[in-house]
């Protein structure tokens, strides 16, 4: 089992930064993908960025140049760099992980996902 904490959510103004963070705790794995979706009210959740042990990482096209994915493997932990934050950016985000799988296949949810976070809330004010 694996259990994700994510933390950094807040409200910004229009053009703002935020970092969000995800760590992971429980089992370990070699080989492994994390990543962040998000949720907007009335929509359905949407993948934001996605990395995976071996480096890979994917973007949605709505956050290329303004949103950055990493992650530090002594801790554990993922980030999402956001910058230039745009009010169609507020939703709740979610960290997602998995073992054994690549970045665009979380990305594309296209292997189940096991783990969750209980999510962040992120608003952006015009």
């Known amino acids: 089992q694996v259990q994700l904490v994510e933390t950094g959510g807040g409200s910004v103004q229009s053009g703002g930064s935020l970092r969000l963070s995800c760590a992971a705790s429980?089992?370990?794995?070699?080989?492994?993908?994390m990543g962040w979706f998000r949720q907007a009210p009335g929509k359905e959740r949407e993948g934001v960025a996605a990395?995976?042990?071996?480096?890979?990482?994917t973007y949605a096209d709505s956050v290329k140049g303004r949103f950055t994915i990493s992650q530090d493997n002594a801790k554990r932990t993922v980030y999402l760099s956001m910058n230039s934050l745009k009010p169609e950016d507020t939703a709740m985000y979610y960290c997602?992980?998995?073992?054994?799988?690549?970045?665009?296949?979380?990305?594309?949810?296209?292997?189940?996902?096991?783990?969750w976070g209980q999510g962040t809330q992120v608003t952006v004010s015009s």
């Open positions: 990395i995976d042990s071996d480096g890979r990482i």
């Open positions: 997602a992980a998995d073992a054994g799988c690549s970045a665009s296949a979380l990305f594309g949810l296209l292997v189940p996902i096991n783990y």
């Open positions: 429980g089992a370990t794995y070699i080989s492994f993908c």
